[in-house]
């Protein structure tokens, strides 16, 4: 496709369930990131993935949060038993230049997750 | 760890009036500098970069921002804003090693009234 989409784009989840959360990133694109947006915040970094490696997942802030990107294109956050405290817009942006700093991120739609 | 501070969260502009973002940065190494936009309804998209060089650097639709090493800061301008300006400014940084996972401001959201 021509840009990053990310799927659902609204999710209503009540306390306690499971959610999957997809990102497809720009075909060819190596590098791809999680953010995490709380209203009124910036995006806060989440995960990082080189192709299919997690190379960085320190900005996950339990572990009820889980990212895996197995063939090196789609990748799905998932968050288990959700809480409240994880609503917010979750933010996927691919990158074609491998661990570049310099390498411009390119963010999809972002998914709305509210807990109720 | 890095941190970017904004200095508005909220700025109101009339058309044509100039524009002046502040973005400043915490960090003790060397980084790249953005600016995204976020327009209503629309995805993140970059405005503008800084990752070394002329300190002043020209983005889409007439923006610029200058870096400014001593102070540590990347503020965004515009001589003449527009109705269609109106968006949410986001600053951020990432280190010129490593993922170049970014960290950003709280962001600031202007409005500019016809």
Known sequence: ?116 | AQSVSQHNHHVILSEAASLELGCNYSYGGTVNLFWYVQYPGQHLQLLLKYFSGDPLVKGIKGFEAEFIKSKFSFNLRKPSVQWSDTAEYFCAVNEIQGYSTLTFGKGTMLLVSP
């Open chain 1, 1 to 116: 496709g021509a840009g990053v989409s990310q799927s659902p784009r609204y999710k209503v989840a009540k306390r306690g369930q499971d959610v999957a959360l997809r990102c497809d990133p720009i075909s060819g694109h190596v590098s791809l990131f999680w953010y995490q947006q709380a209203l009124g915040q910036g995006p806060e970094f989440l995960t990082y993935f080189q192709n299919e490696a997690q190379l960085d997942k320190s900005g996950l802030p339990s572990d009820r949060f889980f990212a895996e990107r197995p063939e090196g294109s789609v990748s799905t956050l998932k968050i288990q038993r959700t809480q409240q405290e994880d609503s917010a817009v979750y933010l996927c942006a691919s990158s074609f230049t491998p661990g570049t700093p310099a390498g411009e991120q390119y963010f999809g739609p972002g998914t709305r997750l509210t807990v109720t």
